[in-house]
């Protein structure tokens, strides 16, 4: 549930501020975040599915919470943010 909200808090802005940023292409920019948090609704839950049956519930949320605070920080270090 916390995951869903969260997910909910940072779509909005992000959609938003890239149509701030972007002026030449923004519709590109756009749609690549439009596209990216529908192929993330897709691959967690298979990811997570895949560990919870393989793995312990700690063992099993360890690289999905890693990977969603990983991409984020590595954004804003590749853009100089």
Known sequence: M???IAGC??????????GHWFLKKRSTAVG??????GLG??????????LLEKLCKP????????LTRSL??????HHGL
Do not use: D, N, W
């Not at 940072?10 to 959609?15: L, M």
């Not at 690549?32 to 948090?37: C, K, Y």
């Not at 063992?59 to 890693?66: D, F, V």
């Open 41 to 50: 609704g897709v691959i967690y839950p298979i990811m997570l599915k895949e």
């Open 2 to 4: 916390c995951f869903g």
């Open 59 to 66: 063992q099993a949320t360890a690289p999905p919470s890693s």
């Open 32 to 37: 690549i975040i439009v596209a990216g948090s």
């Open 9 to 18: 808090l940072v779509y909005s802005p992000a959609t938003a501020v890239a």
């Open 72 to 77: 984020p920080r590595h954004a804003a270090h």
